[in-house]
């Protein structure tokens, strides 16, 4: 029995894993056409933080109880890349 708010934090989380698996076949999909054609990145500048938070964010489960540290640096670092591709 689960109350409307938990109802609802559950649907936005299998929402947002819905897509981040998509993400995840498409990246797949993509590497193995290499041989047939380029792949096209979508380099933008990113923030650090941001993109390591977001790859973090779905390892989480996977870590269970082990121990993870990020050490990032304390000023804001943009790098040009493909944000969703490197999470």
């Known amino acids: ?44 500048d990113e923030v650090i933080d941001d993109v390591i938070g977001e790859a973090v964010k779905h390892t989480e489960r996977l870590l269970r109880d082990r121990r993870f540290d990020v050490k990032l640096p304390d000023k804001v670092v943009t790098v040009p890349m493909d944000g969703k591709l490197i999470a």
């Open 1 to 44: 029995m689960l109350s409307d708010a938990e109802r609802r934090k559950l649907a936005a989380d299998i929402s947002e894993e819905i897509v981040w698996l998509t993400d995840l076949v498409e990246n797949i999909l993509n590497m193995t056409r290499i041989s047939e054609q380029p792949i096209v990145l979508h380099k933008q």
